[in-house]
């Protein structure tokens, strides 16, 4: 990888060839209105923190303050689940599940409406280029509305007994890789089933949940219904641990994800965790080559790699694994790293100092354990949190970056030659969230979706999300589904 060039041009290129030049296409920020600072929406309102305490978020492509959030501690957490328990027990409860559909309706609808507005909100909130939040995060989000609108007045046909009964008040915690897309993942099944919900989003993306916010009191949505507690950790920490939280519901890190096991154990709450991955896509020798370029690029570099369930292990057929690197390396050769706002840019920036950090101690680590390290020429921009997209080759199981989760553009590539030893090193993880399949043959792609330990396996494609289809782990990937009639298990009581 090249250094900083002394003009930086904010676009990567190839080096070399004839390439036309893009023109830069920003996406406006003018649809965006920010205030300065944001309360906390409880019981359908915006309020103050009781702490009076706001805390910067910040744009991570430019380091610019957005915003002050205002940051929950214990009292709002008992204002928030009182709130969401009385509108539980009065409101949204009893009322006719052909009732509740049509307010999910309408708040996929507002979502599809203000979705510009969505997007650029959280493109500047969580460094991703607007191409994605535009055409996946925030149709995906209006999608799961419409989808499990069409569950609220059939939820004796789930599958979970005749007459199932909402569990109460959610308590919900989300990540910032998908801030709105996550939020959607577990409101929209909670309050189709006649729970009330109270929403954590994470301390770098709070700005979307909050726009939703304002979205749901656009939709006429009764108070106490949603309610949405800005903070760090600790605010989750004292959401999931809420006597009055019947039901926790959390997307993030393993680590955190186990405290909250534990902090749970014994206290009948029902739990569902989403967390980390490593995953392995597995290329054959029979596989439409350039096509599984496509799904490697899209496995590990979509969303800057911050991806649970990302394709982060390249595990390729040995006869093959030349011209399929090579072509790799041509490829990413010609993604375009930059401003997230601009229209043409693939990769977007990271999301924290934090973050960066991470990702370049394991890059490192990757070094020093003798992998070999390639990254294209590529300009990286004067300020804002950057990682270029990085392909390590020679790697072996034992090694770091084949192990840990890195949550960012980094993908290692490991070999194989029979099909027994792809399943035994693909399975090889402490992980077991998804996987990839790219061979010709069907009946090897059964054989592989049999044999791999994942909760989803995806043959020639990768990355593909529906509100249809169930989404979740196994062993250190967590346990519960999100999405499809698997997805309002986790929020009825059969
Ligand atoms: P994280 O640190 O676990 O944070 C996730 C959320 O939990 C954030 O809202 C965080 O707040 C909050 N939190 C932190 N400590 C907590 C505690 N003790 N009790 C309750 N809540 C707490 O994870 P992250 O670094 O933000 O996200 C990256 C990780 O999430 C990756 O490992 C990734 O694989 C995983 N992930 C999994 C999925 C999936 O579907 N399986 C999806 C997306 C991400 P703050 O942000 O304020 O710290
Ligand atoms: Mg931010």
Request: glycine share 10%; with cysteine.
């Amino acid at each position: 990888m090249s250094g900083r060039p002394e003009s930086a041009p904010v676009a990567s290129g190839a080096a070399g060839g004839k390439r036309f030049a893009y023109a830069p296409a920003p996406e406006s920020r003018a649809v965006v209105r920010l205030r300065p600072t944001y309360g906390l929406f409880v019981d359908g309102e915006f309020v103050e923190p009781s702490s009076g305490v706001h805390f910067p978020t910040v744009n991570p492509a430019t380091e610019e303050t957005l915003a002050h959030v205002a940051e929950a501690g214990a009292a709002d957490v008992e204002r928030a689940v009182a709130a969401a328990a009385r509108a539980q027990r009065d409101v949204w409860g009893p009322m006719p599940g052909s009732e509740r559909a049509k307010y999910l309706f309408r708040v996929a609808r507002i979502v599809q409406e203000r979705s510009r507005e969505l997007a650029v909100l959280e493109t500047l909130d969580n460094g991703k280029p607007i191409r994605e939040s535009r055409d996946v995060d925030v149709p995906l989000a209006a999608a799961h509305f419409f989808y499990y609108a069409g569950w609220a007045d059939k939820l004796e046909y789930a599958g979970l007994g005749p007459a199932p009964r909402p569990l109460g008040v959610a308590g919900q915690v989300v990540p910032w890789n998908f801030p709105l897309l996550m939020a959607a993942w577990k409101l929209a099944p909670a309050l189709a089933a006649g729970n009330t919900c109270v929403l954590k989003p994470a301390e770098t993306t709070p700005l979307s949940a909050l726009l939703l916010a304002e979205i749901l009191q656009q939709a006429e949505l009764p108070p106490g219904v949603v309610n949405v507690l800005t903070g760090a950790g600790a605010t989750g920490a004292a959401l999931v641990a809420h006597p009055g939280v019947a039901k926790v519901a959390f997307t993030g890190s393993t680590g955190v994800g186990k405290s909250i096991q534990s902090a749970l154990a014994g206290t009948g709450k029902r739990l569902t965790l989403e967390l980390g991955g490593k995953a392995a896509n597995v290329v054959f020798e029979d596989a439409p080559l350039s096509q599984a370029v496509e799904g490697i690029v899209n496995g590990i570099f979509f969303n800057q790699g911050h991806v649970c369930c990302a394709g982060s292990r390249l595990l390729v057929q040995e006869s093959v694994a030349g011209p399929v690197v090579e072509a790799l390396q041509r490829r990413v050769e010609t993604l375009r790293l930059g401003d997230p706002l601009d229209k043409n840019t693939d990769l977007g920036a990271i999301n924290s100092p934090q973050q960066l950090e991470r990702i370049r101690e394991l890059a490192d680590s990757g070094e020093r354990d003798g992998a070999t390290r390639w990254s294209p020429a590529c300009a990286i921009p004067e300020r804002g949190y950057w990682f270029p997209p990085t392909v390590f080759t020679g790697v072996s199981p034992a090694q770091r970056i084949a192990r840990e989760e890195i949550f960012g553009p980094v993908l290692s590539v490991l070999t194989f030659r029979t099909p027994e030893e792809a399943v035994a090193k693909a399975n090889n993880t402490t992980y077991g969230l998804s996987a990839g399949v790219w061979t010709e043959k069907g009946s090897r792609i059964l054989w592989m979706a049999k044999h791999l330990r994942a909760g989803v396996v995806w043959a020639n494609t990768f990355n593909r999300f529906d509100p249809t289809s169930p989404f979740g782990g196994y062993r250190e990937s967590g346990f519960g589904r999100e999405g499809g009639r698997h997805g309002l298990e986790a929020y009825l009581d059969a």
